[in-house]
């Protein structure tokens, strides 16, 4: 019994202006614009596995082969590939298979649109095409002779090139469309491959990507981020046990086994990686003990109170005492001895719940060169870097943070004044008085304002930011004050505009220890009806604050995206130097509570 899985999106592009946006893509390196972040992680990740890909595009016209070749070592996973842009004069083209050709002339019939006998294709036309109210039956049933356009390409050409998986495309790009009523592009992917232990070849995954124009480089490059996304996704359905980063992890699939209409399950993929806080041990002091002297227990590295220890960009370099790095770190075993004892203890890892402790390094600790030294770890910005790592690491990361501030901050009791002791793991204070205190976090409300029309959105720059990032509003909530209230007062006093309260929603937190905030995210949208509200800054708090287009968020978040960590200016101004950044907008980079309401926005 064969089970097949459809994953569905709707990937929307919402009012760009054209001319605006093609103005935009020119100022972007080409090698940035091929080489996405997608496509960098499509090598990675078979790199990683020692898996290939072969690929067969129709109206991409080769930006999907490009853009995976453009990433350094693709070779290593990508022989070649077809672009059938007429699928009746392309036959010579199809690894010399006269009867794919022909089954593909096939499927772009309208005849065969109406009796297909293959109930998966069908259902998943029905399921996602015909959800579709505003497209006419005419374009409907065209969308769906791509779905089984290529769901044979993807099934043939990983057969024929003998790859892990093959992706296929097929759609329109604009500015004309067949048939005559289609004024909006669209293109259906499929990814074929075997499933892990499996000889046999399956459709694993199949999208339908909508657009909501017709310009065709950027349709083009949509499709092509798209494709490269599914086939991520895709690896992760052929084998489970493949471990992935939160930013990996695929969209909601819906399971359907071609055989039982009834068989319908939730296939979403979960990390099997988390830190788990074990409070309930910390006031156990033979626990305790033993966790401290765990020989296998972890650490995450903090460098005075800004600086953590990383392995790589997505991944902390977590240590064992045993580890040679260790030793490197201090100057005296009775510097790393009182580091060691003065460790927080911050939980447990996965289900081995392996031991995580927080080791705390003066501000002037460097990683000293050995034999032995591991050259790929080193120091870097919490706050800039953080958002960069995996949810995991990112959630490891801020915790020491907090830790080590409140550490800091509470040397000495806030009753009586009296030095405090650090018990319970580090997590807690007592004082000669017996007074006991913990760790807080100060909430912090920060929202994204939008237009009546959610065409706009009001973001702002303060003195601490680089002048080419731009962001949402945030503040600290007062005592006595409720979230939404908090929300209205900090929009009025930094900005002057005046929200619609009935408009305020909750939409995330994320905390933020910079020094000790839990960010609390709304979307919210201006008073003025019509138009777009006054602003009047208060240049105490902002440098600068503007309305910007949707177009031009969307761009600034792309661009975002290829830079990597914008909160670092050496990055920023790197890229700039390399002639991959023209000194346009840039927002928050991505695992920033800023960012998720910027990205909520422009997914409406």
Not at 168 to 192: N, S
Not at 382 to 407: D, F, G, K, Q
Not at 415 to 435: D, I, N
Not at 562 to 577: H, I, P, S, T
Request: with cysteine; aromatic share 6%.
């Amino acid at each position: 019994m064969t089970t097949m899985i459809v994953i569905r999106s709707l990937l929307q592009l919402r009012l760009l202006s054209l001319r605006h946006a093609k103005r935009q893509l020119s100022s972007v390196d080409s090698k940035s614009s091929l080489a996405t972040q997608p496509f960098q992680q499509l090598v990675e990740s078979l790199k990683a596995s020692t898996q290939t890909c072969t690929i067969i595009e129709s109206s991409c016209g080769g930006l999907i082969s490009s853009s995976l070749m453009s990433v350094p070592g693709s070779s290593r996973v990508y022989f070649g590939g077809t672009i059938a842009y007429s699928t009746k004069r392309a036959g010579k083209l199809l690894c010399g298979d006269a009867d794919l050709h022909d089954r593909l002339l096939n499927s772009t019939s309208a005849a065969s649109s109406d009796d297909d006998n293959d109930n998966y294709s069908t259902k998943m036309g029905s399921m996602i095409i015909n959800a579709q109210e505003y497209l006419s039956e005419e374009t409907k049933a065209y969308i769906q002779s791509k779905v089984k356009w290529t769901q044979e390409a993807a099934l043939s050409y990983c057969k024929h090139m003998e790859t892990d998986f093959a992706i296929a495309e097929g759609g329109a790009t604009g500015p004309t469309f067949r048939p005559a009523g289609m004024k909006t592009g669209f293109a259906v992917l499929a990814i074929a491959g075997r499933r892990n232990g499996q000889d046999d070849v399956e459709i694993l995954a199949q999208k339908l990507v909508l657009s909501t124009h017709g310009d065709r480089e950027l349709n083009m490059r949509l499709y092509a981020d798209a494709a490269a996304e599914l086939c991520v996704a895709a690896m992760k359905i052929a084998n489970p046990s493949m471990e992935m980063t939160t930013e990996q992890q695929p969209d909601e699939c819906i399971s359907e086994d071609t055989n039982n209409e009834q068989n319908v399950q939730s296939a979403k993929v979960t990390d099997k990686h988390y830190l788990d806080r074990s409070s309930h041990l910390r006031s156990n002091t033979d626990a305790m003990k033993e966790l401290y002297n765990r020989s296998d227990a972890k650490h995450v590295i903090v460098k005075g109170s800004s600086e953590v220890m990383f392995g790589s960009d997505d991944q902390l370099s977590l240590h064992t005492m045993e580890d040679p790095l260790l030793g490197t770190l201090f100057e005296t075993e009775d510097a790393k001895k009182e580091a060691l004892d003065n460790r927080t203890f911050l939980g447990r890892l996965d289900d081995e719940q392996t031991p995580l402790f927080a080791l705390f390094l003066p501000e002037d600790t460097n990683i000293a060169s050995s034999d032995s030294n591991s050259v790929s770890s080193y120091f870097a910005n919490t706050r800039s870097r953080a958002p960069m790592l995996s949810a995991l690491h990112n959630e490891i990361a801020l915790t020491a943070t907090a830790y080590v501030n409140w550490r800091e901050s509470h040397q000495f009791c806030t009753r009586c004044g009296s030095p405090v002791e650090f018990e319970h793991g580090g997590t807690c204070t007592r004082c000669a008085s017996g007074h006991m205190a913990w760790p807080r976090q100060d909430p912090s409300i920060i929202v994204l304002v939008t237009n009546a029309d959610s065409t706009h959105a009001l973001l702002a720059r303060s003195p601490r930011h680089p002048s080419y990032l731009y962001t949402a509003l945030a503040g600290f909530v007062e005592p006595g004050e409720n979230m939404e209230s908090a929300v209205a007062r900090e929009v009025h006093e930094e900005v002057g505009v005046n929200v619609n309260h009935h408009s305020i929603i909750y939409h995330a937190s994320q905390a933020w220890p910079f020094p000790q905030s839990c960010m609390i995210g709304f979307h919210a949208k201006a008073n003025a009806a019509d138009g777009l509200a006054t602003i009047n800054i208060d240049t105490k708090e902002l440098v600068d604050a503007r309305w910007f287009e949707k177009e031009d968020v969307y761009l600034a978040a792309r661009d975002t995206d290829m830079m990597g960590a914008v909160l670092d200016r050496q990055v920023v101004e790197a890229q700039k130097a390399n002639g991959k950044w023209a000194g346009n907008l840039l927002v928050p980079s991505k695992g920033v509570l800023a960012r998720t309401l910027v990205d909520h926005w422009l997914e409406e």
